[in-house]
């Protein structure tokens, strides 16, 4: 099965966001206090997401994840990313190699030195596929980080300091 990356456009990122995991749609509550999922506040946040962003797309032409970076602070970048059930199933080793990738590319740009992931507490699956497949080391756990009271967990990938 082949891939395409591309940019998301706002049908894709709203695609996605109806047709986002489980796991992730939890995430999103946790993470905005929200008490119901609304695919298109979802959609919206995306969208409204700064910073490089790619979308993959299943041989079928259908979006499968959308993800991308944004700036928390000079230096150090936020990765993001929402996919399907289905997208992920069929083309999971895609995503890890072009997501692996993707996440090399941005540490090695000068303006970079901290790249970081944080998620809901609890997602196992979703922490070993941080550390096998994107080379992403536990930092800490982030008690009672979420806007729901959750517990969170960092990952972080950090440049190696250049001795002059």
């Keep these: 099965m082949s891939v395409t990356v591309t940019s998301p456009t706002v049908t894709d990122l709203a695609y996605l ?10 995430q999103y ?13 979802a959609a919206r946040l995306f969208v409204a997401t700064p910073g490089p ?9 259908l979006p499968a994840v959308a993800g991308g ?16 059930v289905d997208g992920w199933a069929k ?7 072009i997501t692996r990738r993707l996440n090399d590319q941005m540490l090695a740009r ?4 901290r790249l970081q992931l944080i998620a809901l ?7 070993e596929w941080y550390e096998r ?16 009271g959750s517990d969170a967990v960092m990952f972080v990938r950090i440049k190696p300091v250049q001795e002059d």
């Excluded at 966001?17 to 939890?26: F, T």
């Excluded at 962003?53 to 032409?61: E, H, K, R, S, T």
């Excluded at 083309?91 to 190699?97: D, N």
């Design 29 to 41: 509550m946790a993470g905005t206090g929200a008490a119901e999922y609304d695919p298109d506040e």
């Design 110 to 113: 000068p303006d970079v030195h």
């Design 69 to 84: 970076f944004f700036r928390v602070r000079p230096g150090v970048w936020e990765g993001w990313q929402a996919g399907t």
């Design 133 to 148: 497949a994107l080379g992403y080391a536990h930092e800490a756990v982030l008690r009672r980080y979420c806007a729901n």
């Design 53 to 61: 962003a790619f979308l993959i797309v299943g041989d079928d032409g």
């Design 91 to 97: 083309h999971w080793r895609a995503i890890s190699r």
């Design 121 to 127: 507490a609890g997602r196992d699956k979703t922490f």
């Design 17 to 26: 966001a109806r047709l986002m995991r489980p796991d992730e749609i939890e």
